[in-house]
T-cell receptor, first 112, second 117 residues
Framework: DAKTTQPNSMESNEEEPVHLPCNHS???????IHWYRQLPSQGPEYVIH???SNVNNRMASLAIAEDRKSSTLILHRATLRDAAVYYC?????????????FGTGTRLKVLA | DTEVTQTPKHLVMGMTNKKSLKCEQH?????MYWYKQKAKKPPELMFV???????INESVPSRFSPECPNSSLLNLHLHALQPEDSALYLC????????????????FGPGTRLTVL
């Protein structure tokens, strides 16, 4: 199973953009890139996912490198409620299994 | 209803006890999952059920016994646990395509925090 590498922690000021990087150099051509976040005392929640093209939704944007060996989750304006652990996950699309292998995650601290 | 509920929220048990964790969803999802999460670590997959049948067991010790009695309910039966089994146990669910592959989003419950004395 392909693995992801993320910085242990990052800090951001409130209302500023945040770029959370993820390296996945062993990604295969059919792996989807998923991002989840886990707020304190809660289960993980879905943020966004993509395959090759950049993606936007109401929560965030996902920028995927052309070689797909890295990606960046972009929070356009961080709020205090965005303080969480952010996980970058690769999900195979062809194996028929439903496994998420969570990386170590990035703990995001948002400063008021 | 886009919620996965888990009971109990907290559980303390001795090594000789038998207890069960319960997970419920009413989103019509046909894939359900158990994860284990130790403090300050990412969740680790334990079991996956697809159409109420066990499809993945990540080499979990037999003192953990999953059960999926119907499409909305997932149980995890616990027996003779060890103190190192103390962790947050997360349940999740997702849709399945007609060919049995998961759709993209897993919905997680808030977890049961288990302490084994």
């Amino acid at each position: 199973d392909a693995k992801t590498t993320q910085p242990n922690s990052m800090e951001s000021n409130e209302e500023e953009p945040v770029h959370l990087p993820c390296n996945h150099s062993t990604i295969s051509g059919t792996d989807y890139i998923h991002w989840y976040r886990q707020l304190p005392s809660q289960g993980p929640e879905y943020v966004i996912h993509g395959l090759t093209s950049n993606v936007n939704n109401r929560m965030a944007s996902l920028a995927i490198a052309e070689d797909r060996k890295s990606s960046t989750l972009i929070l356009h304006r961080a709020t205090l409620r965005d303080a969480a652990v952010y996980y970058c996950i690769l999900r195979p699309s062809t194996s028929g299994t439903y496994k998420y292998i969570f990386g170590t995650g990035t703990r995001l601290k948002v400063l008021a | 209803d886009t919620e996965v509920t888990q009971t109990p929220k907290h559980l303390v048990m001795g090594m000789t006890n038998k207890k069960s964790l319960k997970c419920e969803q009413h989103m019509g999802h046909r894939a359900m999952y158990w994860y284990k999460q130790k403090a300050k670590k990412p969740p680790e997959l334990m079991f996956v059920y697809s159409y109420e049948k066990l499809s993945i067991n990540e080499s979990v010790p037999s003192r953990f016994s999953p059960e999926c009695p119907n499409s909305s309910l997932l149980n995890l039966h616990l027996h003779a646990l060890q103190p190192e089994d103390s962790a947050l146990y997360l349940c999740a669910s997702s849709q399945l395509s007609p060919r049995g592959r998961s759709y993209n989003e897993q919905f997680f419950g808030p977890g049961t925090r288990l302490t084994v004395l």
